[in-house]
Every structure is written in C-alpha cells, then in structure tokens.
C-alpha cells in the first residue's frame, strides 16, 4: 500500500463577499496546469437552498516527482449563500456572485504509489530503511515542494478574492431569486 506522509493538515481560509464562481474555478485549473498537476475531482455537489446556492467542490491533484514519490494536495471549496447579483462597474452592469466561501487546503507526499516495495516483508523493511535515514534528505525537499505549492495556491486565490474586494463596484441587487425547496 502507497504510504501518504501529511505534510500540511487541514490549512484554512475564509472570504465572504463578492466573487465569481467561474472565474475562481478556471484560476485554480489554470494553476494547476501551469504546475504540472493532474486534477481528479473527488466531490461536486450543488444545492440550491432559501439563503442561496450551497457548493461543495472537492478535487485531489498530483504530480509525480519520480517513480517512487508524488506531491497531492487536496482543497475542498465550500460555498454558502451563493446568490447572483449585478454590480456596476466602470459604468458597464457585471453579473457576480455574492457569498461565504471557505476553503481547507491539505498537503501529502505518497510514496511507492506503484507498490513495487511490498512484494515481500524484507522490501517493506529495506523500504522503511532507506526513507528514514539514506533518502532523507529527498524526502524532505519533497515535503518543502508540497508546501511551498499549497502557500502559492493559497496565495493565488487570496488575491484573486481581494480583487473583488477592493474594486470599486455597488451592489445593485440579486439578478434572480431562487426557489425554495
């Protein structure tokens, strides 16, 4: 069995506001293309509520660092009161949306993914061996790439919500209302 070591755990980040769903979509498929990660979508579910919509969106990205270690990093976006409202900007009327979104950002580093160490009991041993004292100092830049990706992830995504928060736009009112269910 592929052994995950955590690296960062449960890293939270908070904005309510405006913003633009889409838009915050495409900025981290963008990043993660532009890293070299392969996106696996673990969990999208929407749920239209009385305050609003409620979005859950769970994806779980890798990238191979050799044949023996990957760097994962799994974000869950979660999204409340979703409503979509008009704002005037630069005197051209903008659909956004307004809401709660929280995020929580874990890093790991997984090991033997293709279980070529587990044949036999010896291996598993020499495997434990060799990670502990001969490839650690590998192994630990493994751990700094993990975190240094989650942080500029991180990063990217605070300064795209804070583009939404300094900007100058007036909240007009919600472009449609949704049903109650």
Same mark, same amino acid.
């Given at each position: 069995?592929?052994?995950?070591?955590?690296?960062?755990?449960?890293?939270?980040?908070?904005?309510?506001?405006?913003?633009?769903?889409?838009?915050?979509?495409?900025?981290?498929?963008?990043?993660?293309?532009?890293?070299?990660?392969?996106?696996?979508?673990?969990?999208?579910?929407?749920?239209?509520?009385?305050?609003?919509?409620?979005?859950?969106?769970?994806?779980?990205?890798?990238?191979?660092?050799?044949?023996?270690?990957?760097?994962?990093?799994?974000?869950?976006?979660?999204?409340?009161?979703?409503?979509?409202?008009?704002?005037?900007?630069?005197?051209?009327?903008? #659909?956004?949306?307004?809401?709660?979104?929280?995020?929580? %950002?874990?890093? /790991? =580093?997984?090991?033997? !993914?293709?279980? $070529?160490?587990?044949? #036999?009991?010896?291996?598993?041993?020499?495997?434990?061996? %060799?990670?502990? /004292? =001969?490839?650690?100092? !590998?192994?630990? $830049?493994?751990?700094?790439?993990?975190?240094?990706?989650?942080?500029?992830?991180?990063?990217?995504?605070?300064?795209?919500?804070?583009?939404?928060?300094?900007?100058?736009?007036?909240?007009?009112?919600?472009?449609?209302?949704?049903?109650?269910?």
């Amino acid at each position: 069995m592929a052994e995950r070591e955590v690296v960062i755990d449960k890293m939270r980040m908070s904005y309510e506001g405006l913003f633009d769903v889409s838009e915050l979509y495409k900025l981290i498929d963008g990043w993660l293309r532009e890293k070299g990660y392969d996106k696996r979508e673990k969990r999208m579910a929407e749920k239209v509520t009385e305050g609003g919509k409620f979005i859950e969106w769970e994806i779980e990205p890798w990238k191979k660092i050799t044949d023996y270690a990957k760097n994962v990093i799994k974000l869950r976006v979660i999204m409340t009161d979703v409503k979509e409202v008009e704002v005037e900007r630069d005197k051209v009327k903008v #659909k956004l949306n307004q809401g709660k979104v929280d995020f929580v %950002f874990d890093g /790991y =580093v997984e090991t033997d !993914y293709e279980h $070529r160490w587990e044949g #036999k009991p010896l291996f598993y041993f020499l495997r434990t061996l %060799f990670n502990k /004292y =001969v490839f650690k100092s !590998y192994t630990d $830049r493994y751990h700094a790439n993990v975190i240094a990706d989650v942080n500029h992830l991180q990063s990217q995504i605070k300064s795209f919500l804070n583009l939404y928060r300094y900007s100058d736009v007036a909240w007009t009112k919600p472009a449609s209302s949704f049903p109650a269910l």
